[in-house]
């Protein structure tokens, strides 16, 4: 119930881009000499980074080098679902067998990164390479550095396609890249993270030219990232899924992804709920647990004797959790359709248990109002037997 579905991303691209000199040099040395056991996981490779690195500039420039440097594009296996596996289950397979397609090096870049106090987001997205739009869809990552955003293909810097084969070769090219540059050849599926004041609609990049009609004028995206980020994960997936109707769906990638997205708020709201209803059963569990009790103490004849009072919260205690989560259980929403049965049936026991509290109540509110003799009279038409549960 609580795995949220991903799109399968995967790449497959011949590159043309020309390389760029290289300016970290040293960082990369520092890289490569990074000891085997300190590659294993995300943690040790940011450690490593940490301690031989202090700016912002020279970290992020140590995760891309070691990330695309270090991992294979796994041709044969580039077709291979991937929405079956945890963001963790994917960069620990990628560590160990030093392979992976795009979400790969995305997640894995994306990590290390983010451990290194780097904000970064996974992007995912579309390609065009020499003027064709690619059938596949890729994933690449947004960084903010120095406080700036800027863009990170480790795929597409790790080397090429020929053919069957992958060719490991580094390209700076997909290293730092400015928004206004990375998008003639990458497009988000949610134009938010294009990182532009005045971002390009699906069939302007199709095209490869601004139309005068813009999809939105003098964008703010720094501040719609800010809002994003404080959003809950349902509203994020639904705010997503808006953004990507604006600007048009011309594609099968596109619409794949609108519906991953609102698939995902469906399911992120159904956990919700489903969490919520986990706490009404927990509720109800104790609130019957303290009417049990009490049914125990009213068969005693109310001894031990205590104050009137206690025996009144006695009672009232667990009416009031039952009758919470009455309202409670109204207000839960969608909990999906495997959960209907339950859900129908939990409804039927907290009437029935509220109905019997009730009673209770009354038999206490009257006891209370009667003399030391009267209270031991009514014992004697009141005999109680069985407890409630679930």
Excluded at 106 to 129: H, P, S
Excluded at 330 to 346: D, P, T
């Amino acid at each position: 119930m609580k795995s949220i579905l991903q799109i399968v991303i995967v790449f497959f691209v011949q590159f043309s881009m020309a390389q760029i000199p290289n300016e970290f040099s040293a960082v990369d040395a520092k890289m490569a000499q990074i000891p085997t056991d300190k590659t294993n996981s995300t943690s040790d490779i940011s450690d490593y980074i940490n301690a031989n690195f202090t700016s912002e500039s020279d970290k992020i420039r140590a995760a891309f080098f070691w990330t695309a440097s270090n991992i294979s594009y796994d041709v044969v296996n580039m077709n291979e679902p991937n929405f079956i596996y945890s963001p963790q289950e994917k960069i620990a397979n990628a560590l160990k067998n030093r392979k992976g397609v795009c979400i790969h090096y995305a997640e894995v870049f994306n990590e290390i990164a983010n451990k290194l106090g780097i904000k970064t987001y996974i992007i995912g997205g579309y390609t065009k390479q020499n003027g064709k739009v690619a059938l596949i869809s890729h994933a690449w990552c947004g960084s903010k550095v120095d406080g700036k955003w800027f863009l990170f293909d480790p795929t597409w810097a790790s080397g090429y396609v020929n053919g069957e084969k992958f060719v490991k070769k580094f390209n700076n090219s997909y290293y730092k890249g400015a928004p206004s540059k990375m998008i003639q050849s990458h497009m988000p599926f949610d134009y938010m993270w294009q990182f532009l004041s005045n971002p390009y609609t699906n069939s302007e990049f199709y095209e490869g030219k601004l139309s005068e009609e813009r999809l939105i004028s003098n964008y703010d995206f720094a501040t719609e990232i800010a809002k994003y980020e404080k959003l809950p994960e349902d509203e994020k997936a639904f705010d997503t899924a808006q953004r990507i109707e604006k600007n048009k769906v011309i594609n099968e990638l596109i619409a794949g992804y609108l519906a991953n997205k609102k698939q995902e708020f469906t399911i992120v709201r159904q956990n919700k709920s489903v969490d919520k209803l986990n706490q009404i059963v927990a509720d109800f569990n104790q609130a019957v647990a303290d009417l049990n009790n009490f049914i125990y103490y009213r068969n005693n004849k109310f001894k031990p004797k205590l104050p009137d009072e206690e025996i009144k919260l006695m009672i009232e205690n667990p009416l009031n959790k039952l009758k919470q989560c009455q309202n409670d259980i109204y207000k839960i929403g969608s909990v999906g359709k495997e959960n209907l049965a339950s859900i129908s049936g939990l409804k039927k026991s907290i009437i029935e248990t509220v109905k019997q509290a009730e009673e209770h109540n009354a038999f206490v509110k009257e006891y209370l109002t009667k003399s030391e003799s009267q209270r031991k009279s009514m014992f004697k038409k009141s005999v109680l037997t069985g407890k409630f549960g679930r």
